[in-house]
């Protein structure tokens, strides 16, 4: 891995890729994996899968190495990064304190898509912080993540791995189109499961506060710690110091402007093709036969009645959308409960960015 300085960013001739995708955590630690662990250990930057979205790690308690991440990804400094461990016993020096609440919640769904922001110590970087008195923390589930963590030696720092405002990635592939030639490596583990990024929540206060709903839904913390110890966070919390990723800026976005319809997309779409623009629709299986003539480009999201499957393919299905080359994306919008609810986040803030 050949490093070179060009404008002053630290750039790769070529990003390594290292294939895991046939190691499920019960055999040996391959060799790949002890290279690219090997990398973050020195301070590089490494994509990996997680069960949400591919994550692009580097070492948490460096400036230097929590640098690459934001020149990769071309982040803002004031945009808090998640750090992820590969044992729960790994965030005790992390952390001043654990909230009773959020020792309730890693109790149930660590390791797991939930991330939880507790008071931090100073044994990680100011960069991931933001300057913020507090850390979000999280275990994968992903073997191949947490094996990578383990290996590295140190929490590793990880927000998704691609160009700020974009989709998610979902798929090696996504990484590298965004990213070649800007990070170390990538390792390749398949596809993410849940396909979109954890569910986070503030512990610091009197009560949990959801910042960002994703793969652990409302109803599942509600069974946990009940519902009057539970809030959603105020939106006017986006206009000060994000606690949490993908609060305050540009997300999840593709290119061409994204317009959600609930009912008259035909409308919509016969509308704008008389303008003269190319139509992207992306809507459910059950409603393809009636929509797909309207569009230029039809994407199918799924069986309404499978949402997991939804959301484990939207951001695939987004970039579909944008690499179509389309003038403007319809999309049909879903009820708010269970998983949907992540879903509507992600889409609402992609379709106010365009």
Same mark, same amino acid.
């Given at each position: 891995?050949?490093?070179?300085?060009?404008?002053?960013?630290?750039? +790769?001739?070529?990003?390594?890729?290292?294939?895991?995708?046939?190691?499920?955590?019960?055999?040996?630690?391959?060799?790949?994996?002890?290279?690219?662990?090997?990398?973050?250990?020195?301070?590089? *930057?490494?994509?990996?899968?997680?069960?949400?979205?591919?994550?692009?790690?580097?070492? *948490? =308690?460096?400036?230097?190495?929590?640098?690459?991440?934001?020149?990769?990804?071309?982040?803002?400094?004031?945009?808090?990064?998640?750090?992820?461990?590969?044992?729960?016993?790994?965030?005790?020096?992390?952390?001043?304190?654990?909230?009773?609440?959020?020792?309730?919640?890693?109790?149930?769904?660590?390791? $797991?898509?939930?991330?939880?922001?507790?008071?931090? &110590?100073?044994?990680? #970087?100011?960069?991931?912080?933001?300057?913020?008195?507090?850390?979000?923390?999280?275990?994968?589930?992903?073997?191949?993540?947490?094996?990578?963590?383990?290996?590295?030696?140190?929490?590793?720092?990880?927000? #998704?791995?691609?160009?700020?405002? =974009?989709?998610? !990635?979902?798929?090696?592939?996504?990484?590298?189109?965004?990213?070649? $030639?800007?990070?170390?490596?990538?390792?390749?583990?398949?596809?993410?499961? +849940?396909?979109?990024? &954890?569910?986070?929540?503030?512990?610091?206060?009197?009560?949990?506060?959801?910042? @960002? !709903? $994703?793969?652990?839904?409302?109803?599942?913390?509600?069974?946990?710690?009940?519902?009057?110890?539970?809030?959603?966070?105020?939106?006017?919390?986006?206009?000060? %110091?994000?606690?949490?990723?993908?609060?305050? +800026?540009?997300? +999840?976005?593709?290119?061409?402007?994204?317009?959600?319809?609930?009912?008259?997309?035909?409308?919509?779409?016969? *509308?704008?093709?008389?303008?003269?623009? %190319?139509?992207?629709?992306?809507?459910?299986?059950?409603?393809? =036969?009636?929509?797909?003539?309207?569009?230029?480009?039809?994407?199918?999201?799924?069986?309404?009645?499978?949402?997991?499957?939804?959301?484990?393919?939207?951001?695939?299905?987004? @970039?579909?959308?944008?690499?179509? $080359?389309?003038?403007?994306?319809?999309?049909? %919008?879903?009820?708010?409960?269970?998983?949907?609810?992540?879903?509507?986040?992600?889409?609402?803030?992609?379709?106010?960015?365009?």
């Amino acid at each position: 891995m050949e490093r070179l300085k060009r404008g002053g960013k630290l750039s +790769y001739k070529h990003t390594k890729i290292w294939n895991v995708d046939n190691w499920d955590g019960k055999e040996p630690l391959p060799p790949e994996l002890e290279e690219a662990g090997l990398c973050i250990s020195r301070g590089e *930057a490494v994509a990996f899968p997680t069960e949400t979205v591919y994550g692009l790690g580097a070492d *948490a =308690r460096r400036d230097t190495a929590v640098e690459q991440i934001f020149a990769a990804k071309g982040r803002p400094g004031d945009n808090p990064l998640i750090v992820h461990i590969g044992d729960r016993s790994q965030w005790h020096p992390l952390v001043s304190s654990i909230p009773d609440m959020a020792e309730k919640l890693a109790d149930a769904f660590w390791p $797991g898509p939930l991330t939880l922001i507790v008071p931090k &110590s100073d044994a990680v #970087s100011e960069k991931v912080t933001a300057g913020l008195d507090s850390l979000a923390v999280r275990m994968p589930e992903h073997p191949v993540a947490r094996a990578l963590i383990n290996e590295a030696g140190v929490p590793v720092a990880a927000p #998704s791995a691609n160009r700020s405002g =974009r989709p998610s !990635p979902t798929k090696a592939e996504h990484v590298t189109y965004d990213l070649d $030639g800007q990070i170390a490596g990538i390792v390749q583990g398949g596809d993410a499961g +849940y396909g979109l990024e &954890s569910t986070v929540v503030d512990c610091t206060g009197e009560k949990a506060v959801i910042l @960002r !709903p $994703g793969g652990i839904t409302r109803e599942q913390l509600t069974d946990v710690l009940g519902a009057e110890h539970i809030v959603q966070a105020d939106a006017a919390a986006e206009e000060d %110091t994000p606690k949490a990723p993908g609060m305050k +800026y540009r997300h +999840y976005a593709p290119s061409s402007p994204l317009v959600l319809i609930e009912g008259g997309m035909q409308k919509a779409a016969l *509308a704008a093709r008389r303008e003269g623009k %190319t139509v992207g629709i992306m809507a459910v299986d059950e409603h393809r =036969r009636e929509l797909e003539a309207s569009a230029d480009v039809f994407i199918p999201l799924g069986s309404k009645d499978k949402p997991a499957g939804i959301a484990a393919k939207l951001y695939d299905n987004l @970039r579909a959308a944008d690499q179509s $080359g389309v003038d403007v994306i319809f999309c049909e %919008t879903f009820p708010k409960e269970g998983i949907g609810e992540a879903v509507m986040n992600r889409l609402e803030k992609a379709a106010s960015a365009s």
